[in-house]
């Protein structure tokens, strides 16, 4: 394990005004924007789910360093859902159905709990956390994509990044700690892969059926998906690197990145 070289967690009580921020708020693209909408739409059940699978085999881990991390960890996600509520909220005066759709992540979550082990539940948050880490790691490093978003929606995506960076090993280090199960670890994440990519796939095509401008925009749509091919393509390397069996998310360094992007916060 490497909790004790893990980066700084620090949770940030961030606040943010979505009021002037349009519907297509991502290079004015309405494929790219309804996919970012439709991964918000998932956030704040998706991380209380996190903090949940976390916290019942907590009282397991023994080390200091790592109930520190889980701390933060819990904080920082917490925050998390918050802010994507309030955007999800924002966002149906668009019409976009924000609540049926979160209605049904909640539900499906739900049910979820109720079937899965603890291992498996701690697997599942492994597999999405790698997910959003490697996602978080590669707009950090290519800051031309902040640039593509709205001046108001940009800082929340900018402080979420940061912050799945820097917490990014604690529900890998809680699962190698407890359980240390590679076998079910790696399983699990063969089948959220697919279900992952089928889910925000969906919700993205929906917001994009349900909005009679955005789905005419066949150009801009299409230039959107070449983008997201592109991101796809960059990602996999990353993605793969999970199967390794001296896998760890701090593997990659990402220390000065992120303490450049938490000043960059801090200056602005």
């Known amino acids: 394990m490497n909790t004790q070289v893990s980066p700084s967690i620090t949770v940030r009580r961030q ?4 009021n002037k921020t349009p519907l297509y708020y991502m290079d ?18 998706g991380e209380r789910f996190f903090v949940h699978s976390v916290r019942q085999i907590r009282e397991q881990v023994k080390n200091p360093v790592l109930q520190r991390n889980i701390s933060s960890f819990i904080g920082q996600e917490a925050m998390h859902s918050h802010a994507h509520e309030e ?9 976009v159905p924000a609540k049926a759709i979160m209605d049904f992540e909640y539900h499906s979550i739900e049910e979820a709990k109720q079937r899965l082990t603890n291992k498996q539940q701690l697997a599942v948050t492994c597999a999405l956390e790698h997910f959003t880490a490697i996602i978080a790691q590669y707009i950090l490093e290519h800051p031309e994509i902040f640039d593509m978003l709205h001046p108001e929606i940009k800082p929340m995506w900018i402080w979420h990044a940061l912050e799945e960076t820097e917490h990014k090993a604690v529900a890998f280090d809680v699962y190698q700690d407890v359980f ?7 399983t699990t994440m063969r089948i959220i892969t697919g279900t ?5 796939s969906h919700i993205t095509l929906k917001l994009l059926l349900n909005d ?11 230039a959107g998906l070449a983008t997201l091919s ?14 390794r069996p001296d896998f760890h998310p701090n593997h990659y360094d990402t220390t000065q990145l992120t303490a450049h992007w938490a000043a960059q916060m801090a200056n602005a």
Do not use: C, M
């Not at 606040?15 to 979505?18: K, S, Y």
């Not at 004015?28 to 059940?45: D, G, I, R, V, Y």
């Not at 009679?212 to 299409?222: H, L, M, S």
């Not at 592109?230 to 199967?243: G, I, N, R, S």
């Open 230 to 243: 592109k991101v796809l393509t960059d990602l996999a390397p990353a993605y793969f690197e999970y199967y």
């Open 196 to 200: 992952f990519l089928f889910r925000i």
């Open 15 to 18: 606040q943010f005004d979505f």
């Open 87 to 95: 955007f999800n909220a924002f966002v149906e005066q668009y019409n």
């Open 180 to 186: 240390a199960d590679d076998k079910v670890r790696k």
């Open 212 to 222: 009679p401008i955005g789905r005419k925009q066949w150009r801009k749509n299409i």
């Open 28 to 45: 004015n693209n309405p494929l790219l924007s309804h996919l970012l909408t439709a991964l918000s739409l998932t956030f704040p059940h």
